[in-house]
Nanobody, 124 residues
Framework: QVQLVESGGGLVQAGGSLRLSCAASGLTFSLYDMGWFRQAPGKEREFVAAFRWSVPRTFYADSVKGRFTISRDNAKNTVYLQMTSLKPEDTAVYYC?????????????????WGKGTLVTVSS
């Protein structure tokens, strides 16, 4: 059974930082492209960042470029999202997702597996 378990969310003031983790089990982690998405109240789930095996290896939504960094540790079957200079508009539930290699990573429908999410709240 595939499981993606996010952690690291919480309440932070604007300008602060958080590091999200996503631990994967039940799948051959190195065979999947990994991504982070988020969903704010009343809004659709949107792409945040991806780490693929093809080039470009990492890429980001324009709204987080320069502030967020995605990384992965295949030895630990874990993908991370380092978030800095957080803004109130970054408030959302953040989801980890896994896609077969070759996915564009922008489309939620491409994701094969999802975590249950972790809430990030940024206060002004």
């Amino acid at each position: 059974q595939v499981q993606l378990v996010e952690s690291g969310g919480g309440l932070v003031q604007a300008g602060g930082s958080l590091r999200l983790s996503c631990a994967a089990s039940g799948l051959t982690f190195s065979l999947y492209d990994m991504g982070w998405f988020r969903q704010a109240p009343g809004k659709e789930r949107e792409f945040v960042a991806a780490f693929r095996w093809s080039v470009p290896r990492t890429f980001y939504a324009d709204s987080v470029k320069g502030r967020f960094t995605i990384s992965r540790d295949n030895a630990k079957n874990t993908v991370y999202l380092q978030m800095t200079s957080l803004k109130p508009e970054d408030t959302a539930v953040y989801y980890c997702a896994a896609a077969s290699r070759g996915a564009t990573m922008f489309n939620v429908n491409e994701m094969r597996y999802w975590g249950k999410g972790t809430l990030v709240t940024v206060s002004s």
